[in-house]
């Protein structure tokens, strides 16, 4: 039967089909085409059928769809979920409004405060203290009455939190009931979606899971009554969660969905870059409307404390770092400066290129300057969706704002003044997730995927001073190959918060922590013999709030292991320290046993194509290669374009590619990069922003040190 791999991406979808005789096929598409489809990922798999919009998927056709979506993110970024009450300990109404009062833009002069994600408030009284004694009993019949007023006025979401509740949820699970017996269809309980302490991250969490699933469960069901599961068009529906791991579509919620696309990414990324043996990796995704960076040394990482749009979420999360940089992102000229992002064009009306009136996006910098080349671009543009990349309208617009921004500089230089700022945001990026936590980046390799990544590589490659990039043949839809290659995962954490001392206790909890999360993996048909498990103590010192994670074992050993830790990521060990084990976390990993060998490919005779391409300040005559005819060995300098059919790769000036084993690229610089710059003391737009976004990242690099070296005293 047929698989399906999707990422549904805020520009394009992205599937990998994988045929009942086991060939690969891959599919890209508009994520938004309203005059053309409703439901991108339905349509492309309906076309990779060859089937039409109103045939019927026949019954055992499919047996597996494996789905990253950015549909909770979307909404969670409009601001487009669904209406939510809140419910909260008497006399904490604005709790969750006050926050922790940090301001993460330290230079914002005019603080503004995001959106709230609940429409209403409703205080409980009821209090339960730390140590579990009732202070005040809970209060049914003023609640009661409250949820009913409630369900009369629309509501059918609430989130409900309660102080102290992740280790005494009595009272918020009798609310639940109420809640359930008044009507409501979405009841997210804080202990549940976050059972660890801080009621204000555990409470957003709860309302971000309120807010979203009933959006998410709708979005669900479409797309599986569009490929017919009840009726045996779809065998399987599965899910990509933020932790890295599939679910089954029923057991996919609000807030496990925040980062299901870019999850996926990270998946292809480590497991495609290990069959060459490659264990120190940068991720670098760039897709239409944004960048997407990771790191890895050895094991996934994630962060279990998130802000995304604003809103604080206590989930286990794949460490993902995003920055508003992506082939979308609209180029302008304000305040003297020229700005890339942080506004994309999207799928519609997308860039100027694609023929639907939209404004100059970073795509249109590697139209101009010949790197994408329209006739090796798929014909999907303009109201039909037929047409090639439009030329000649980028070349006007750009004329135009060269003529706004004046001093004398050619539509090639502006577009590359452009395409640096672009690199510089995302190169901060990768500073944020390697060199700000201690990880020497010029020893790593860049695992580059997204539809836009190949184009840049090389460039954000040299500004971090890297000098290996790794490129998959599938590099163009890698997120979508990793949903396919993913396991099924769930994770269980406890709040725990006692000394090495108690380290008996901790495992009577874990073995409590794991047999959950077995459980739930085996309930999504996994065998037993198939599943591994992975425990985890979240350590930190006495006195301090900086948790690092560690593997659990004997005391000796994480003690070791964390001291390790600290001093590579801050820079000393914490002298005669009491540890206390703060966090603990299982997570059960069933294996799906699906791997993906890629063949050998072959050699062509024909000379490559030749074409027009400005790099380094002139217009450079290069080859264009087709990588699907490269062969083991073979080694193309730069500068060159080489064009394959999910992606095209820039290879740029002293770079050179070789083809290695399964059709993998992996890139070299073969001369160091010039550091050394002058720039004159005349006012130039590009530098005076790339200027701005180093000094800022600077600044961001030592509030972060500060920030992680605070200590309670």
Same mark, same amino acid.
């Given at each position: 039967?047929?698989?399906f791999?999707?990422?549904?991406?805020?520009t394009?979808?992205d599937?990998v089909?994988?045929?009942?005789?086991?060939e #690969?096929?891959?599919?890209?598409? $508009?994520?938004? /085409?309203?005059?053309v489809?409703?439901?991108a990922?339905?349509?492309g798999?309906?076309?990779l059928l060859?089937?039409?919009?109103?045939?019927t %998927?026949?019954?055992?056709q499919i047996?597996?769809?494996?789905?990253?979506t950015?549909?909770?993110?979307n909404?969670?970024l409009?601001r487009?979920?669904e209406?939510?009450?809140l419910?909260i300990?008497?006399?904490?109404?604005? #709790?969750?409004?006050?926050g922790y009062?940090n301001?993460?833009?330290?230079?914002?002069?005019n603080?503004?405060?995001?959106?709230l994600l609940?429409?209403?408030v409703?205080e409980?009284?009821?209090?339960?203290?730390?140590?579990?004694?009732t202070?005040?009993?809970?209060?049914t019949?003023h609640?009661?009455?409250?949820?009913?007023r409630?369900?009369?006025?629309g509501?059918?979401?609430?989130a409900i939190?309660l102080?102290?509740?992740?280790?005494?949820?009595?009272?918020?699970q009798?609310?639940?009931?109420?809640a359930e017996?008044s009507?409501?269809?979405?009841?997210?309980?804080?202990?549940?979606?976050?059972p660890?302490?801080?009621?204000?991250s555990?409470?957003?969490t709860?309302?971000?899971?309120?807010?979203?699933s009933?959006?998410l469960?709708?979005?669900?069901?479409?797309v599986?009554d569009?490929?017919?599961?009840?009726?045996?068009? +779809?065998?399987?529906?599965?899910?990509?969660?933020?932790n890295?791991g599939l679910?089954d579509?029923?057991?996919?919620?609000?807030?496990?969905?925040? $980062?299901s696309?870019?999850?996926g990414g990270v998946v292809g990324?480590?497991?495609t870059?290990a069959e060459?043996g490659?264990d120190k990796?940068?991720?670098?995704?760039?897709?239409?409307?944004?960048?997407d960076?990771?790191?890895?040394a050895?094991?996934?990482?994630r962060?279990f404390?998130?802000?995304?749009a604003?809103?604080?979420?206590?989930?286990p999360?794949?460490s993902i770092h995003?920055?508003?940089a992506?082939?979308g992102s609209?180029?302008?000229y304000?305040?003297?400066?020229?700005q890339?992002?942080?506004?994309s064009?999207g799928a519609?009306p997308?860039?100027?290129a694609?023929r639907?009136?939209g404004?100059?996006?970073?795509?249109?910098?590697n139209?101009?300057?010949?790197?994408l080349?329209?006739?090796?671009f798929p014909?999907v543009?303009?109201?039909?969706?037929?047409?090639p990349?439009?030329?000649?309208t980028?070349?006007?617009?750009f004329?135009v704002?060269?003529?706004?921004?004046g001093?004398g500089?050619?539509?090639?230089? $502006?577009a590359e003044?452009?395409?640096?700022?672009?690199?510089?945001n995302m190169?901060?990026?990768?500073k944020?997730?390697s060199?700000?936590?201690?990880?020497?980046v010029?020893?790593y390799?860049? /695992? +580059?995927f997204?539809g836009?990544?190949?184009?840049?590589? +090389?460039?954000?490659?040299d500004?971090?001073?890297?000098e290996s990039v790794?490129i998959?043949?599938?590099?163009?839809?890698?997120?979508?190959f990793?949903?396919?290659?993913?396991?099924v995962?769930?994770?269980?954490?406890h709040?725990?918060?006692?000394?090495?001392?108690?380290?008996?206790d901790?495992?009577?909890?874990?073995?409590?922590?794991?047999?959950a999360?077995?459980?739930?993996?085996?309930?999504?048909?996994?065998?037993?013999?198939? %599943?591994?498990?992975?425990?985890?103590?979240?350590i930190?010192?006495d006195?301090?709030?900086?948790?690092?994670?560690?593997?659990f074992?004997?005391m000796?050993?994480?003690?070791k292991a964390?001291?390790?830790?600290?001093?590579?990521?801050?820079?000393?060990?914490?002298e005669n320290?009491t540890?206390?084990?703060?966090?603990l976390?299982?997570?059960a990993?069933?294996?799906?046993g699906?791997?993906?060998t890629l063949q050998? =490919?072959?050699?062509?005779?024909?000379?490559?194509?030749r074409?027009?391409?400005?790099s380094?300040?002139k217009v450079?005559d290069v080859?264009v290669i087709?990588?699907?005819?490269?062969c083991?060995?073979e080694i193309?300098?730069?500068?060159?374009?080489?064009t394959e059919?999910?992606?095209?790769?820039?290879?740029?000036?002293?770079w050179?590619?070789? +083809?290695?084993?399964?059709g /993998? #690229?992996?890139?070299?610089? =073969?001369t160091a990069?010039a550091?050394?710059?002058a %720039?004159?003391?005349?006012a130039?737009?590009?530098?005076?922003e790339?200027?701005? /976004? $180093?000094f800022?990242?600077?600044?961001?690099?030592m509030?972060?040190t500060?920030?992680?070296?605070?200590y309670s005293?």
């Amino acid at each position: 039967m047929w698989q399906f791999w999707v990422d549904r991406g805020g520009t394009f979808t992205d599937i990998v089909a994988k045929t009942p005789e086991g060939e #690969l096929q891959t599919h890209k598409l $508009l994520s938004e /085409n309203p005059e053309v489809y409703p439901d991108a990922a339905v349509h492309g798999i309906r076309e990779l059928l060859g089937l039409g919009p109103d045939d019927t %998927i026949p019954s055992g056709q499919i047996g597996a769809v494996k789905m990253g979506t950015t549909v909770a993110t979307n909404a969670l970024l409009e601001r487009k979920g669904e209406r939510t009450l809140l419910l909260i300990t008497q006399g904490m109404r604005d #709790l969750l409004r006050i926050g922790y009062q940090n301001r993460p833009r330290l230079f914002d002069l005019n603080i503004e405060l995001p959106e709230l994600l609940y429409d209403d408030v409703i205080e409980i009284e009821e209090r339960i203290g730390a140590d579990g004694e009732t202070i005040t009993a809970l209060d049914t019949t003023h609640a009661r009455e409250a949820l009913s007023r409630a369900y009369g006025k629309g509501y059918r979401s609430v989130a409900i939190a309660l102080m102290h509740s992740y280790r005494f949820p009595d009272h918020e699970q009798k609310l639940g009931q109420m809640a359930e017996q008044s009507g409501f269809t979405q009841v997210s309980l804080s202990h549940e979606s976050s059972p660890l302490i801080k009621i204000v991250s555990r409470g957003d969490t709860a309302v971000v899971d309120a807010y979203l699933s009933p959006i998410l469960g709708r979005y669900v069901k479409q797309v599986a009554d569009a490929l017919g599961t009840s009726k045996g068009g +779809c065998e399987r529906l599965m899910f990509m969660r933020s932790n890295g791991g599939l679910t089954d579509a029923t057991l996919f919620e609000g807030r496990d969905a925040i $980062l299901s696309g870019p999850a996926g990414g990270v998946v292809g990324m480590v497991r495609t870059a290990a069959e060459l043996g490659y264990d120190k990796l940068i991720g670098f995704d760039m897709g239409g409307t944004s960048t997407d960076v990771c790191h890895y040394a050895g094991e996934f990482e994630r962060s279990f404390e998130t802000e995304v749009a604003g809103v604080r979420m206590r989930a286990p999360m794949m460490s993902i770092h995003t920055v508003a940089a992506g082939g979308g992102s609209i180029l302008s000229y304000r305040d003297g400066r020229m700005q890339v992002g942080p506004e994309s064009a999207g799928a519609n009306p997308g860039p100027a290129a694609y023929r639907r009136g939209g404004p100059l996006t970073v795509t249109d910098c590697n139209v101009l300057l010949g790197k994408l080349q329209p006739d090796l671009f798929p014909p999907v543009f303009g109201p039909n969706a037929d047409q090639p990349l439009d030329v000649d309208t980028v070349r006007a617009k750009f004329e135009v704002l060269a003529s706004e921004i004046g001093g004398g500089m050619s539509v090639e230089e $502006l577009a590359e003044g452009f395409l640096r700022i672009a690199v510089e945001n995302m190169a901060n990026a990768i500073k944020k997730i390697s060199v700000q936590r201690g990880y020497d980046v010029t020893k790593y390799t860049m /695992n +580059c995927f997204g539809g836009a990544g190949g184009q840049h590589a +090389c460039l954000v490659a040299d500004a971090l001073g890297m000098e290996s990039v790794f490129i998959h043949p599938f590099a163009g839809v890698l997120s979508a190959f990793g949903m396919g290659l993913a396991d099924v995962r769930a994770m269980r954490e406890h709040q725990f918060g006692l000394g090495f001392d108690k380290i008996n206790d901790a495992e009577v909890v874990l073995e409590r922590l794991i047999a959950a999360a077995e459980a739930e993996v085996i309930g999504q048909g996994i065998p037993p013999a198939q %599943i591994t498990t992975v425990t985890m103590a979240h350590i930190r010192p006495d006195g301090a709030q900086q948790t690092l994670e560690v593997p659990f074992e004997t005391m000796n050993k994480m003690t070791k292991a964390f001291e390790t830790a600290h001093l590579q990521r801050f820079g000393f060990v914490p002298e005669n320290a009491t540890l206390l084990i703060e966090v603990l976390t299982a997570e059960a990993i069933g294996a799906t046993g699906e791997t993906v060998t890629l063949q050998d =490919t072959g050699k062509t005779s024909s000379p490559p194509k030749r074409s027009q391409m400005w790099s380094n300040g002139k217009v450079r005559d290069v080859p264009v290669i087709d990588r699907t005819t490269m062969c083991i060995g073979e080694i193309v300098q730069g500068p060159a374009i080489v064009t394959e059919p999910t992606g095209t790769n820039i290879l740029e000036q002293d770079w050179e590619a070789e +083809c290695v084993s399964g059709g /993998n #690229l992996v890139l070299r610089r =073969t001369t160091a990069v010039a550091r050394q710059e002058a %720039i004159g003391t005349k006012a130039d737009p590009v530098m005076l922003e790339v200027f701005n /976004n $180093l000094f800022m990242s600077i600044a961001d690099q030592m509030g972060a040190t500060l920030a992680n070296t605070a200590y309670s005293v």
